[in-house]
């Protein structure tokens, strides 16, 4: 995960000033809702960061349009990269608070080109609870479900 913290106060995050045109950034596509821009870490080549236009903090703060703009030009762009770095894989990344790995405070997806042994590596360790507690995970999510 990156260590990068954008140290910037609310309201003048790294990705609100680059949105500005305060920062430059190398550009790869913009919309109404989102631009599309190289990540300066370039995990591998081709890696782009897609953010929302308006500061949103996380996923739980963008509008159902935001979320939906975001993923399609996530799509868009991972089009381009597969058309253009025909890496073998890709990842979306979209993290969500400290302890979630976010480290610039303003929504954002990572389109990550993937190669084999790329170094990339995301610990996935498997409860495997009984089907009665996946039940009752169930039903506490459902209860508070909000209205699609
Ligand atoms: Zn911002």
Redesign the pocket.
């Known amino acids: 995960m990156p260590k990068f913290v954008d140290p910037s106060p609310p309201g003048h ?1 790294i ?2 000033r680059l949105v500005a045109g305060e920062i430059p950034a190398a550009r790869v596509a913009e919309d109404a809702l989102t631009i599309a821009f190289m990540d300066l870490g370039q995990v591998n080549p081709g890696h782009v960061l897609v953010a929302t236009r308006r ?1 949103a903090e996380n996923l739980y703060d963008v509008t159902p349009a935001e979320a939906g703009a975001a993923l399609k030009m996530a799509q868009r762009v991972a089009l381009a990269v597969r058309d253009a770095f025909a890496p073998p894989g890709l990842t979306i990344l979209q993290a969500n608070g400290r302890e979630g790995d976010q480290t610039v405070m ?1 929504f954002h997806l990572h389109v990550v080109p993937r190669h084999a042994d790329d170094g990339i590596a995301l610990s996935w360790p498997r409860k495997e609870p009984p089907a009665d507690v996946l039940q009752d995970y169930a039903a506490r999510l459902r209860a508070t479900l909000p209205a699609g």
Do not use: S, Y
Request: charged share 0%; net charge neutral.
């Open positions: 995050c990705f609100c500061h303003h």
